[in-house]
């Protein structure tokens, strides 16, 4: 399979549970990293603004700044929904701001969504563990729909097909080549 850089919407063969969960384990990693690292961006451009200084109390008080972390996983203590600044101006499809206030709505934004996202990959992460315990045989290839790196849907398809896939393949392969 051919890798496109960035695509956020993939479809993608695992040939066990356990890849899938790796697969799981590495989004989570990864996601937790970029909150992190938001949430210092964050926090750096609270403690350094002036024009943030007044505001400090409301993104204290939806949990943002809070020291402690939810079960050791690195997601923001409280939630809840910041409201939107005047600070936004809509140009054609996108908003604009060049304030610091909207710096912080947009990191603030960007942390509650890939907290969202950490918490679906886990409900997901728990779904696959069930399977698992049903004893899903070695015999099936789990191709998964993947959008914006969570797994939507999963098709299961015995492997006796793919080895008939492969076959066909190199048959079709051999009679192309063959023909030139």
């Avoid at 942390?111 to 399977?131: A, C, F, G, H, N």
């Amino acid at each position: 399979m051919k890798k496109l850089g960035n695509v956020v919407t993939e479809i993608r063969s695992f040939y066990s549970l356990k890849e899938i969960e790796s697969f799981l384990e590495a989004q989570i990693t990864d996601y937790r990293s970029v909150a992190d690292e938001y949430s210092q961006w964050l926090g750096s451009l609270l403690r350094n603004s002036d024009a943030l200084q007044g505001h400090e109390e409301r993104f204290k008080k939806l949990g943002l700044l809070s020291k402690t972390k939810n079960k050791g996983k690195g997601k923001p203590s409280g939630k809840g929904k910041l409201k939107r600044s005047n600070n936004w101006i809509q140009f054609r499809e996108i908003e604009l701001s060049a304030s610091e206030e909207g710096e912080a709505e947009v990191l603030f934004e960007a942390i509650e969504e890939i907290t969202r996202k950490i918490d679906r990959i886990e409900r997901i992460q728990k779904s696959v563990e069930e399977l698992e315990k049903s004893g899903f045989g070695q015999d099936i290839i789990y191709v998964t729909y993947i959008c914006d790196g969570i797994p939507e849907k999963i098709f299961l398809r015995h492997k006796k097909d793919e080895e008939f896939a492969e076959k066909f393949q190199f048959m079709a392969d051999f009679s192309i080549s063959k023909e030139t």
